[in-house]
DNA sequence: CAAGTGACTCCGG
DNA sequence: CCCGGAGCCACTT
């Protein structure tokens, strides 16, 4: 029964995200049409682990770049999965994050 | 029905 | 430059 609520098209808009890039919850929210949910995009987050299929929240970052959730993953299981995409994360900040960031609003509008 | 929570973000001191 | 507080929305209890 698809009750599709906000939280399903945040998880859609996460599994559209390119392997070996990452994005902000703002700029999911922003996409959704409401930047001020950031809050809620992660709220998401949390509960993706029910979604199926999962969604690839590894990829999902702060603005800053800073793995804010990965205490959520269990330990450094989010540092694993973005090293094995190629990403370089850095005491919970992504390097090269600027390159790596992948806006949803943009990519998805081409 | 009302209150509480949160993997965010911005603004001020 | 670094630290703290408030605002925001959707979902859960």
Request: glycine residues 10%; aromatic residues 10%.
């Amino acid at each position: 029964m698809p009750d599709y609520t906000f939280y399903d098209n945040v998880y859609d808009v996460v599994r559209l995200i390119p392997k070996g890039r990452v994005t902000s919850y703002g700029a999911i929210a922003a996409y959704l049409g409401s930047k001020q949910s950031s809050r809620i995009v992660g709220y998401a987050m949390m509960a993706c682990g029910t979604a199926n299929p999962p969604v690839p929240a590894h990829r999902v970052v702060n603005r800053q770049g800073l793995l804010t959730g990965k205490f959520h993953f269990g330990g450094d299981t989010m540092e694993q999965m973005l090293a094995n995409e190629g990403i370089t994360v850095i005491d919970n900040q992504v390097q090269n994050f600027k390159a790596l960031y992948w806006d949803p609003a943009i990519e998805l509008s081409l």
